[in-house]
């Protein structure tokens, strides 16, 4: 596909990094020369210097003939208008970054008017990523597919949890609820496994389950805990305004700090229900005198990953139950994972996920047969749903009878509302989504995961 993308900030270089290593065309746009000429060095792409929003460098950029028009800059106005011109010239699929909460609702309503097909907020969206993280505190992370139907869920293997020390085999006999394990990141390595694979404590462990039994099996692995109430957040960004407002209007008591005293003010205006509190974060006396001890989930974001870092690891000497911390950079990302901390958060790699699956579904009015595409552990796994259609040699066989592909496991059928964790006998027919799990990239067809 031949895609624009304008605003090369750090969400667009991310969605640009991803995107590249797929087959498709790619034309960048920013006012920065270096970064353009940069990128170019970095990346098989074009690129044009200038105002993205302009028609003359669009035409300049051929924006005209591309399938996808991707607006990221850090101006709202700047991304829908650019989203405008890119519609005049005859673009079918527009996405627009928006983030300013006075404008996500009228933006919604007047989509089609504004040329837009997708709206990406990373403060919101990430803020929902945060919310499900505490909502479920026993999970690091969740993800749906099969609208809603089929989840797919990260958790740690922490002391006191049954999976430690087992294999896959001697689980499928021990438990009584059905989930199929389909990944697990061990430090750096990440394992598709097999039978006899066996977990060990710390383990990040991947599993597809069905929405009901979810809590089920948690209790029956013995990691579930009692819900979360007092929270406490550091730094009051949109992502901060975003989750405070979600949280104050379920079951939640929230302190949020927020070191400029002006905006402070702001948000207390704007969050009645939530304890809006002028103060630095980072200041030790400060948190303790705030209640740190208390907090059961603190949640760190300020726009400085070194602090997100130290004071989620206070917060964690405090025993806080439940630490998030919003970290940028991926290298620090990797650090803070393998320092113990589970539930992290980037933006950045939020938007691009949502980006490259909203692209790999145009693909697939195309042929390709991606319904939905998670990336996990850091982008080195792909969990993927397709449409299993047409005819073929796959279709009614004994799972166990179908050579597929090493590092690359089916972890769900969906067979009309039906919910089937496969084993061996598992079948698959023409019309189910079938949900995959593989360290492969760039897999468009249910197909090409066989031999």
């Known amino acids: 596909m031949k895609i624009v993308i304008i605003g090369?900030?750090?969400?667009?270089?991310?969605?640009?990094?991803?995107?590249?290593?797929?087959?498709?065309?790619?034309?960048?746009?920013?006012?920065?020369?270096?970064?353009?000429e940069s990128l170019i060095e970095q990346y098989d792409v074009q690129g044009v210097i200038g105002n993205g929003a302009s028609l003359e460098i669009q035409r300049e950029a051929g924006v005209k003939g591309a399938d996808v028009f991707i607006a990221l800059t850090t101006t709202d106005e700047v991304n829908v208008f650019a989203c405008l011109v890119a519609k005049k010239l005859g673009v079918k699929n527009t996405v627009a970054r928006v983030r300013n909460p006075e404008y996500i609702e009228q933006i919604l309503e007047m989509k089609n008017e504004l040329g837009i097909s997708m709206i990406v907020n990373p403060e919101q969206d990430t803020s929902n990523e945060i919310y499900n993280l505490i909502s479920l505190p026993a999970i690091a992370k969740v993800e749906k597919f099969a609208k809603g139907k089929v989840l797919l869920v990260e958790i740690v293997a922490e002391k006191g949890c049954k999976l430690i020390y087992e294999t896959l085999i001697s689980l499928g006999k021990k438990l009584k609820t059905k989930v199929l394990i389909c990944a697990v990141q061990r430090n750096n390595d990440v394992f598709i496994p097999s039978g006899n694979f066996e977990i060990k404590e710390g383990d990040r462990i991947h599993f597809t389950s069905d929405t009901k039994n979810l809590r089920s099996f948690?209790?029956?692995?013995?990691?579930?805990?009692?819900?979360?109430?007092?929270?406490?957040?550091?730094?009051?960004?949109?992502?901060?305004?975003?989750?405070?407002?979600?949280?104050?209007?379920?079951?939640?008591?929230?302190?949020?700090?927020?070191?400029?005293?002006?905006?402070?003010?702001?948000?207390?205006?704007?969050?009645?229900?939530?304890?809006?509190?002028?103060?630095?974060g980072?200041?030790?006396?400060?948190?303790?005198?705030?209640?740190?001890?208390?907090?059961?989930?603190?949640?760190?974001?300020?726009?400085?990953?070194?602090?997100?870092?130290?004071?989620?690891?206070?917060?964690?000497?405090?025993?806080?139950?439940?630490?998030?911390?919003?970290?940028?950079?991926?290298?620090?990302?990797?650090?803070?994972?393998?320092?113990?901390?589970?539930?992290?958060?980037?933006?950045?790699?939020?938007?691009?996920?949502?980006?490259?699956?909203?692209?790999?579904?145009?693909?697939?009015?195309?042929?390709?047969?991606?319904?939905?595409?998670?990336?996990?552990?850091?982008?080195?796994?792909?969990?993927?749903?397709?449409?299993?259609?047409?005819?073929?040699?796959?279709?009614?066989?004994?799972?166990?009878?179908?050579?597929?592909?090493?590092?690359?496991?089916?972890?769900?059928?969906?067979?009309?509302?039906?919910?089937?964790?496969?084993?061996?006998?598992?079948?698959?027919?023409?019309?189910?989504?079938?949900?995959?799990?593989?360290?492969?990239?760039?897999?468009?067809?249910?197909?090409?995961?066989?031999?």
């Open 8 to 36: 090369l900030g750090t969400i667009g270089h991310t969605v640009l990094k991803n995107l590249s290593e797929k087959n498709h065309s790619i034309t960048i746009i920013d006012e920065s020369k270096e970064l353009i």
């Open 218 to 280: 948690l209790s029956e692995i013995n990691i579930i805990k009692s819900p979360l109430k007092n929270i406490m957040i550091i730094g009051g960004d949109k992502i901060a305004y975003y989750l405070a407002s979600k949280l104050s209007k379920s079951k939640y008591n929230v302190k949020l700090v927020e070191k400029n005293k002006n905006y402070a003010e702001e948000l207390a205006e704007k969050l009645p229900k939530v304890m809006v509190v002028n103060g630095n």
């Open 282 to 451: 980072m200041q030790h006396d400060f948190l303790i005198e705030e209640g740190l001890e208390s907090m059961d989930a603190f949640i760190s974001l300020t726009n400085n990953d070194e602090e997100n870092m130290v004071i989620s690891m206070f917060a964690n000497k405090m025993k806080v139950r439940k630490i998030i911390t919003k970290i940028i950079s991926d290298d620090l990302l990797d650090m803070l994972s393998e320092l113990g901390f589970n539930n992290n958060v980037s933006p950045k790699n939020i938007i691009a996920n949502h980006v490259i699956s909203y692209i790999r579904a145009l693909e697939n009015t195309r042929g390709n047969n991606v319904l939905t595409l998670y990336r996990l552990v850091n982008n080195k796994v792909e969990a993927l749903e397709f449409l299993a259609h047409g005819k073929g040699n796959i279709y009614n066989k004994p799972l166990k009878e179908l050579k597929i592909k090493e590092d690359c496991l089916i972890a769900c059928i969906i067979r009309e509302s039906k919910v089937i964790i496969p084993d061996g006998n598992s079948i698959i027919e023409s019309g189910d989504n079938v949900i995959v799990v593989t360290t492969h990239t760039n897999f468009d067809d249910l197909t090409d995961i066989f031999e």
